[in-house]
């Protein structure tokens, strides 16, 4: 499975975080924390930390690096975190107050707990340096950006992060315009904010699906800020919009034409690309064929060729049509392989699925769902948006030969 697709999604996680106050000026409680438990998950020390423990150094920390408006309160984050996936608490006898109640101090102090990182957090930071970088850049582009981080860093135990130079540039593809997309057709085209949870989760699906290697991607990549961006760029081009296009390119277009022209169709396809995200069934798809004419990030298309090239299958289907029809013809245009090549192409013939399977909604392939065709039908079906069904190829060379 690909690396983002084990685990919490933690670039995401950064950009979930709800932090009080304006969206300019966040306040940096919870940030302070979370630098200060990965530097100790850099130098090794223990996940685990009592309260008692961490209170004089996270209020020193936030005295140093918080916002001056702000009080040096580390009870609220020590709390609050632990509502979120990044942060546990453990060895309290009574459940906690709310975040920001009278009483977070009352409780910390009367039940000392332990928190810390999330066992699967400190799992991947302690694992993998570079990730752990990745974190700690977003943190401080998104709670400390306009401020050098040298000093911040130092003081709680963590390098100064990498400046690694512009990421390449891995443009959008269509199964990745298909999920925004679809995100925006739910919202009546309209693109939402990045702090909005959908985003948030349509970013961690984008991290997940097996389209750019990993060492290829930057630490900003697919997150909620270019997922928004990205919606924007569809949205000012739908045909009801008043505002002006943004840097929207040719694949929006066909994207949005065809989610305007096939919505139901286009619906189920970003479904079914959530769901092989989610299951990692799309690490498991072999590479592409070159001759497939598949474009790169075609994760539906690969899948759909994998089944109609199961072999039991196939051989199951010609079995039945043979039964039936006594030869092996293309359904499309009548070519027989073992009319014109004798024994040699006795029992030959490709397997088409007659429906995408994003659209059938079929978990197993029956019979009835194979068309036979011979490699040149194959090809001219599958080519283009939408796929043409066997009934439209034939009535399209039907009518070509009408006008011969």
Same mark, same amino acid.
């Given at each position: 499975?690909?690396?983002?697709?084990?685990?919490?999604?933690?670039?995401?996680?950064?950009?979930?975080?709800?932090?009080?106050?304006? *969206?300019?000026?966040? %306040?940096?409680?919870?940030?302070?924390?979370?630098?200060?438990?990965?530097? /100790?998950? %850099?130098?090794?020390?223990?996940?685990?930390?009592?309260?008692? =423990?961490? %209170?004089?150094?996270?209020?020193?920390?936030?005295?140093?690096? @918080?916002?001056?408006?702000?009080?040096?309160?580390?009870?609220?984050?020590?709390?609050?975190?632990?509502?979120? *996936?990044?942060?546990?608490?453990?060895?309290?006898?009574?459940?906690?107050?709310?975040?920001?109640?009278?009483?977070?101090?009352?409780?910390?102090?009367?039940?000392?707990?332990?928190? @810390?990182?999330?066992?699967?957090?400190?799992?991947?930071?302690? =694992?993998?340096?570079?990730?752990?970088?990745?974190?700690? /850049?977003?943190?401080?582009?998104?709670?400390?950006?306009?401020?050098?981080?040298?000093?911040?860093?130092?003081?709680? @135990?963590?390098?100064?992060?990498?400046?690694?130079?512009?990421?390449?540039?891995?443009?959008?593809?269509?199964?990745?315009?298909?999920?925004?997309?679809?995100?925006?057709?739910?919202?009546?085209?309209?693109?939402?904010?990045?702090?909005?949870?959908? #985003?948030?989760?349509?970013?961690?699906?984008?991290?997940?699906?097996?389209?750019?290697?990993?060492?290829?991607?930057?630490?900003?990549? /697919?997150?909620?800020?270019?997922?928004?961006?990205?919606?924007?760029?569809?949205?000012?081009?739908?045909?009801?919009?008043?505002? %002006?296009?943004?840097?929207?390119?040719?694949?929006?277009?066909? #994207?949005?034409?065809?989610?305007?022209?096939?919505?139901?169709?286009?619906?189920?396809?970003?479904?079914?690309?959530?769901?092989? *995200?989610?299951?990692?069934?799309?690490?498991?798809?072999?590479? #592409?064929?070159?001759?497939?004419?598949?474009?790169?990030?075609?994760?539906?298309?690969?899948?759909?060729?994998?089944?109609?090239?199961?072999?039991?299958?196939?051989?199951?289907?010609?079995?039945?049509?043979?039964?039936?029809?006594?030869?092996?013809?293309?359904?499309?245009?009548?070519?027989?392989?073992?009319?014109?090549?004798?024994?040699?192409?006795?029992?030959?013939?490709?397997?088409?699925?007659?429906?995408?399977?994003?659209?059938?909604? =079929?978990?197993?392939?029956?019979?009835?769902?194979?068309?036979?065709?011979?490699?040149?039908?194959?090809?001219?079906?599958?080519?283009?948006?939408?796929?043409?069904?066997?009934? =439209?190829?034939?009535?399209? #060379?039907?009518?070509?030969?009408?006008?011969?």
């Amino acid at each position: 499975m690909s690396e983002t697709s084990v685990g919490p999604d933690l670039l995401a996680m950064v950009a979930g975080l709800r932090p009080g106050g304006p *969206a300019a000026r966040p %306040r940096r409680h919870q940030a302070v924390v979370l630098l200060w438990a990965l530097g /100790r998950a %850099r130098r090794g020390e223990p996940r685990w930390v009592r309260w008692s =423990e961490a %209170r004089e150094p996270l209020t020193a920390l936030l005295a140093r690096f @918080g916002r001056p408006a702000d009080q040096p309160t580390p009870e609220y984050p020590f709390l609050a975190l632990a509502r979120t *996936a990044w942060w546990e608490l453990t060895d309290a006898s009574s459940p906690p107050p709310p975040a920001h109640g009278s009483q977070v101090l009352t409780w910390l102090n009367a039940q000392n707990p332990r928190g @810390g990182l999330a066992l699967g957090v400190q799992l991947r930071v302690t =694992e993998n340096a570079t990730e752990r970088d990745h974190v700690v /850049r977003a943190l401080l582009d998104r709670f400390f950006a306009t401020e050098p981080a040298a000093e911040l860093l130092a003081a709680v @135990g963590l390098d100064p992060v990498p400046e690694t130079g512009p990421a390449p540039r891995l443009d959008w593809t269509w199964d990745e315009l298909v999920l925004a997309g679809d995100l925006l057709a739910r919202n009546a085209w309209h693109e939402l904010p990045d702090t909005d949870p959908r #985003v948030i989760e349509l970013s961690a699906i984008l991290r997940a699906l097996p389209i750019y290697p990993v060492d290829r991607r930057g630490p900003q990549f /697919r997150s909620p800020g270019s997922v928004r961006r990205k919606m924007t760029d569809i949205a000012t081009q739908h045909p009801d919009s008043t505002r %002006r296009q943004t840097n929207g390119n040719r694949l929006d277009r066909e #994207v949005l034409t065809a989610f305007l022209a096939r919505p139901e169709e286009m619906h189920l396809a970003a479904e079914a690309l959530r769901a092989g *995200a989610r299951s990692g069934e799309f690490d498991r798809l072999p590479p #592409v064929v070159p001759e497939d004419g598949v474009a790169e990030g075609r994760l539906l298309e690969r899948r759909h060729y994998v089944r109609e090239r199961d072999p039991k299958l196939r051989r199951a289907k010609i079995d039945a049509v043979l039964a039936r029809h006594g030869r092996v013809a293309c359904e499309v245009c009548g070519f027989d392989f073992e009319r014109t090549y004798g024994t040699r192409g006795a029992r030959y013939a490709e397997c088409h699925h007659v429906v995408p399977l994003h659209a059938s909604g =079929e978990t197993k392939t029956r019979l009835a769902d194979l068309a036979v065709l011979c490699a040149n039908c194959h090809r001219m079906i599958h080519r283009g948006e939408p796929w043409l069904t066997p009934d =439209e190829l034939r009535a399209l #060379v039907a009518g070509r030969a009408g006008q011969a």
